[in-house]
């Protein structure tokens, strides 16, 4: 069974960043893949960021954090990492992390349907 602790949330002024951080207990082969989604109130939850273990596959984004957010994973402490700059209030919603196994070289994850889901951690941006 696959665990996912999301940390690093808080509220920040527009221009500011953040650091998010997914520890995941479980073994390689079922977080293999690990991504980043978020849901803003009264929207649908929407994909952030997506990457694999040992970057095998490169990693993906979403055009609205192109640039601005960065992916990472420190695979010897199993923990995701999402590094986020030059936040907008559009940026305000839950995150959430997300881990699957190599399905679709990651696709599976990346469409929104992994096989595990964290239970967020809150970021706010005001304007």
């Known amino acids: 069974q696959v665990q996912l602790v999301e940390s690093g949330g808080d509220s920040v002024q527009a221009g500011g960043s953040l650091r998010l951080s997914c520890a995941a207990s479980g073994d390689t082969y079922s977080t293999f893949c690990m991504g980043w989604f978020r849901q803003a109130p009264g929207k649908e939850r929407e994909r952030v960021a997506a990457?694999?273990?040992?970057?095998?596959?490169?990693?993906l984004y979403a055009d609205s954090v192109k640039g601005r957010f960065m992916i990472s994973r420190d695979n010897a402490k199993n923990t995701l990492y999402l590094q986020m700059n030059s936040l907008r209030p559009e940026d305000t919603a839950m995150y959430y992390c997300a881990a699957d196994r190599a399905t679709d070289r990651c696709g599976r994850l990346w469409t929104g349907s992994p096989s595990y889901w964290g239970q967020g951690t809150q970021v706010t941006v005001s304007s």
């Open positions: 990457g694999s273990y040992s970057g095998i596959y490169s990693p």
